[in-house]
Nanobody, 125 residues
Framework: QVQLVESGGGLVQAGGSLRLSCAAS????????MGWFRQAPGKERDFVAA????????EYVNSVKGRFTISKDNAKFTVYLQMNSLKPEDTAVYYC??????????????????WGQGTQVTVSS
């Protein structure tokens, strides 16, 4: 069982930046595809970004390309989401998620086995 704990959310003005962190509980982190999702009130949980366990390749939803960067530190069992040029439409609860070991890339929430509790990001206009 992998436990994930997000941190770094908060309230920021439009145009500002936040860095989210997601700490994993155990060492198989380095063999897991990791993703960030977000859920706004009354909406479904949507894919934001993901990073591959083997070659570090990344994927992003079009709306955040050029503004958000996902990265991971295997030594610290932590994945990050650097969010720049934030917009009010980025307001949501952000969730970190992990796939089963050695699984490939995915943008589908249903294919992630482990989830954090979420961290609120609010962007004011």
């Amino acid at each position: 069982q992998v436990q994930l704990v997000e941190s770094g959310g908060g309230l920021v003005q439009a145009g500002g930046s936040l860095r989210l962190s997601c700490a994993a509980s155990e060492g198989t982190f380095s063999s897991r595809h990791m993703g960030w999702f977000r859920q706004a009130p009354g909406k479904e949980r949507d894919f934001v970004a993901a990073i591959s366990w083997n070659d570090g390749s990344t994927e992003y939803v079009n709306s955040v390309k050029g503004r958000f960067t996902i990265s991971k530190d295997n030594a610290k069992f932590t994945v990050y989401l650097q969010m720049n040029s934030l917009k009010p439409e980025d307001t949501a609860v952000y969730y970190c998620a992990a796939r089963r070991r050695y699984a490939g890339t995915s943008k589908s929430a249903n294919e992630y086995a482990f989830w954090g509790q979420g961290t609120q990001v609010t962007v004011s206009s």
